[in-house]
């Protein structure tokens, strides 16, 4: 199945769509929650699914991180801003680097496994690059529980080229019965030139119940738990998962 627009063709213009800035006070949140998680600041730090590297930019002060994603321009991008990390091409479900880090890290690239067998499978790739005693987090949208249809709007410029992206980002569910929901982007790209074009971007995600969660982390070999995630720009907490790896 090809990869959604903004991990291909348009991956150049992501960092208009979301922010690296933008990402400080979660970034800081993730990295709290793994020292406190393993009792102290991790030495290395495995993100699957980074994208294009935002919480990254942030994390990496802490931390000496390895960074895997899917998509090749998504790698590019992140290395831009990245470039002292080290860059993998892997899929979350299946990659092995035959190395062990203290922590693992998955942001909402864990919204892709839209099936069990999918998150089963992340899960197992984040718990055998676990060295024992290390943790990991994964930090999805929503559960079943926390999930309402919604839509957000916004985007960025940029002064030095003169680039800008701005979108409405529409999210819903066709069928609450199954452990998938679609999200639609409609983007406005203004080129430096000032040229404008419009792009429509199609992405399905999954979604589970907390308990499903649970017992996929805690068949994996965690010690598993729910962590409350507030950040000022919601207005309703999320929550996180985070997993030690006790053996």
């Not at 009792?39 to 994208?51: F, I, N, Q, V």
Request: proline fraction near 5%; charged fraction near 25%.
């Amino acid at each position: 199945m090809p990869l959604p627009k903004l991990y291909g063709k348009l991956a150049p213009w992501f960092h208009l769509l979301t922010a690296p800035e933008s990402y400080v006070e979660e970034a800081e949140f993730y990295s709290a929650t793994l020292a406190e998680a393993l009792g102290r600041k991790p030495k290395t730090l495995l993100e699957l699914g980074s994208g294009g590297g935002n919480n990254a930019s942030h994390m990496k002060r802490h931390v000496e991180m390895t960074l895997v994603d899917l998509s090749a321009q998504m790698l590019a991008l992140s290395r831009s801003i990245n470039p002292e990390c080290e860059h993998a091409r892997g899929d979350m479900r299946t990659v092995r680097l035959d190395r062990e880090f203290d922590a693992v890290f998955i942001h909402d690239a864990i919204m892709y496994m839209t099936a069990e067998t999918d998150l089963r499978a992340a899960i197992e790739t984040a718990f055998v690059h676990l060295r024992p005693g290390g943790a990991a987090l994964f930090a999805p949208d929503y559960v079943r529980e926390t999930f309402e249809e919604n839509e957000h709007c916004g985007g960025h410029d940029d002064a030095a080229t003169g680039r800008g992206l701005r979108y409405l980002e529409w999210t819903t569910d066709p069928d609450p019965n199954d452990t998938q929901y679609d999200v639609d982007f409609a983007l406005l790209l203004r080129d430096s030139d000032g040229t404008l074009r419009h792009e429509r971007d199609h992405h399905v995600f999954g979604i589970f119940p907390r308990a499903t969660w649970l017992r996929l982390l805690r068949d994996a070999g965690f010690r598993a738990r729910v962590v409350p995630f507030a950040h000022s720009e919601l207005l309703v907490a999320g929550e996180v998962f985070v997993g030690l790896r006790a053996d």
